[in-house]
């Protein structure tokens, strides 16, 4: 159990320790990864920003996700959305994601690039992956990008989903993953959606 995102974000950091002698490349998913992400940069030394990925929401459901889109334009598609989704409407569906991760480069970073990814070890940071979409693109990205190692890293992970991710990265560093898992919310004491503003107050600290 975890106070809050700062007290969870420092007890991640703790466990990648090994990768302070790395010069790392930290990238939080926001907008709840990047106070995680930014407690782990912290603690190594690293280079800190964030990379943008959407979920791509059910339009009658839009708390679960059929995939999720990076802002390069790496796709992650569940295999049966195809099939319960009209190809129209998926499109439509990641024209409006398109639409706002472009709103979320020009806000958080100003619509800068992301940095340099290549032949660098990269830390993909969240507050907590469920189904896993948005990780699963950013991972895509990474891999576009020709990382060179590529950790995958959040305080709690579905049991299942976390199995699956280390199939497709050269490192996994979970701290909890629940029996039952309902929500990442679960794990947290203190739980609230984080704003724009939050997320640049952090990114604007040293």
């Not at 709840?32 to 190594?44: I, W």
């Not at 990379?51 to 992650?76: C, H, Q, T």
């Not at 189904?131 to 579905?158: E, F, N």
């Amino acid at each position: 159990m975890f106070n809050d995102r700062k007290d969870a974000g420092k007890q991640l950091a703790h466990a990648l320790q090994k990768y302070k002698d790395k010069k790392p490349l930290v990238l939080a998913i926001p907008r709840g990864g990047v106070e995680v992400g930014y407690q782990v940069a912290r603690f190594l030394h690293a280079a800190f920003s964030v990379i943008v990925a959407r979920k791509l929401p059910y339009p009658d459901n839009p708390e679960a996700g059929f995939g999720a889109l990076a802002e390069d334009g790496s796709l992650f598609l569940l295999e049966e959305a195809t099939q319960w989704l009209p190809e129209e409407i998926i499109k439509e569906i990641i024209q409006e994601q398109t639409q706002e991760i472009q709103r979320r480069i020009t806000v958080l970073r100003q619509g800068k690039p992301l940095p340099e990814i290549s032949d660098k070890t990269v830390i993909l940071v969240d507050d907590g992956i469920a189904m896993g979409s948005t990780m699963r693109a950013a991972v895509l990205l990474c891999k576009k990008k020709k990382a060179r190692h590529i950790v995958v890293a959040a305080p709690v992970a579905d049991k299942r989903v976390a199995e699956e991710f280390k199939q497709i990265v050269d490192d996994m560093v979970i701290l909890e993953k629940p029996m039952v898992f309902h929500a990442v919310a679960q794990v947290y004491r203190h739980w609230h959606d984080v704003s724009d503003e939050e997320v640049l107050n952090l990114l604007e600290k040293p």
